[in-house]
Nanobody
Framework: VQLQASGGGLVQAGGSLRLSCAAS????????VGWLRQAPGQQREFVAG????????KYVDSVKGRFTVSRDKFKNTVDLQMNSLKPEDTALYYC????????????WGQGTLVTVSS
């Protein structure tokens, strides 16, 4: 499984950004693709995820109502629409994939930097 993340950038607080994760290889309905982030000096945390079938999504509480994860079946991407961004959303965002039965994320894309200015 190969993952390629894109879409980061600099935005003012209250603004929006859309991240995209292009997936290739053996990704099927038995997988979840997610977004995780790591802010400077902090541990990496799960942000949002979606099953490859698109039937189930999951979010960390701090982004519920602001972020939406979705799957584009034509482009084979998992996108993260981020609205009402806050300075505390500033982090390096990674897309990752794992089998649904796994507890750890197994496949990783490169990070894309999101910076939210106040």
């Amino acid at each position: 499984v190969q993952l390629q993340a894109s879409g980061g950038g600099l935005v003012q607080a209250g603004g929006s950004l859309r991240l995209s994760c292009a997936a290739s290889g053996r990704v099927d309905s038995g997988y979840m693709v997610g977004w995780l982030r790591q802010a400077p000096g902090q541990q990496r945390e799960f942000v949002a995820g979606i099953t490859w079938s698109g039937q189930a999504t999951k979010y960390v509480d701090s982004v519920k109502g602001r972020f939406t994860v979705s799957r584009d079946k034509f482009k084979n991407t998992v996108d993260l629409q981020m609205n009402s961004l806050k300075p505390e959303d500033t982090a390096l965002y990674y897309c990752a994939a794992k089998e649904l039965s796994a507890s750890e994320w197994r496949y990783w894309g490169q990070g894309t930097l999101v910076t939210v200015s106040s």
